[in-house]
């Protein structure tokens, strides 16, 4: 069974200061990757997404992910954080199963929650 | 576009009743998963469907159904209300069937609370 792991489930940092979110993963295959932010009492915005092309990978509002095989890894970073990034981030893998019969089931991490201090 | 939009956006139940939620999914979409939410179980995956179809199930009791409809806008329905059940439940949208590049779009979910 697959399975995600977001190292961390507070992180604080100062506005202007680098974010580095963690999330690694377990899949025997390499999987489609996803980074989804939520907002309080909203849904869950994406990101950015990794589909097997380039492994380092560009999203919004200046969030980039790096695709580690080697380490099963997927963490997020953005140069400098602003406050308007406080909220709650999701690290998510999807793939098919084995018949190719099931799709659209995405596997969430626990959430890491961002603050962003002054 | 429009994006996801999910009816109602809250809804309070009392325990041993019924509820229907709703999800219209982005046009031209024809996948539709849906989610339970809660600050102890975190994002769960309840069960998707893919042309009036369901193609995928977790691991919840039969309570919980869904179905869709030949437009792709899919309903789920949560029988015999348990104070458990109370969570945010999120619709998502997307194109069509794997190995595509699928990527799952959100609505704004359905703020559920059992008394």
């Known amino acids: 069974a697959q399975s995600v792991t977001q190292l961390g489930s507070h992180v604080s940092v100062s506005e202007g200061a680098l974010v580095l979110l963690r999330c690694n993963y377990s899949?025997?295959?390499?999987?489609?990757l996803f980074w989804y932010v939520q907002y309080p009492n909203q849904g869950l915005q994406l990101l950015l997404k990794y589909t097997s092309a380039a492994t380092l990978v560009k999203g919004i509002n200046g969030f980039e992910a790096e695709f580690k095989k080697s380490e099963t890894s997927f963490h997020l970073t953005k140069p400098s954080a602003h406050m308007s990034d406080a909220a709650e981030y999701f690290c998510?893998?999807?793939?098919?199963?084995?018949?190719?019969?099931?799709?659209?089931?995405?596997?969430f991490g626990q959430g890491t929650i961002l603050t962003v201090h002054p | 576009k429009a994006g996801v939009t999910q009816t109602p956006r809250y809804l309070i139940k009392t325990r041993g009743q019924q509820v229907t939620l709703s999800c219209s999914p982005i046009?031209?979409?024809?996948?539709v998963s849906w989610y339970q939410q809660t600050p102890g179980q975190g994002l769960q995956f309840l069960f998707e469907?893919?042309?009036?179809?369901?193609?995928n199930k977790g691991n919840f009791p039969g309570r919980f159904s869904g179905r869709q409809f030949s437009n792709s806008r899919s309903e789920m329905n949560v029988s015999t209300l348990e104070l458990g059940d109370s969570a945010l439940y999120l619709c998502?949208?997307?194109?069509?069937?794997?190995?595509?590049?699928?990527?799952?779009?959100f609505g704004p979910g359905t703020r559920l609370l059992v008394l």
């Open positions: 998510a893998v999807g793939r098919p199963n084995a018949g190719g019969t099931s799709y659209g089931k995405l596997t």
């Open positions: 046009s031209g979409h024809r996948s």
């Open positions: 469907y893919f042309s009036e179809t369901q193609r």
């Open positions: 899949s025997s295959v390499p999987p489609y």
């Open positions: 998502a949208s997307s194109p069509g069937a794997w190995p595509l590049q699928e990527t799952q779009y």
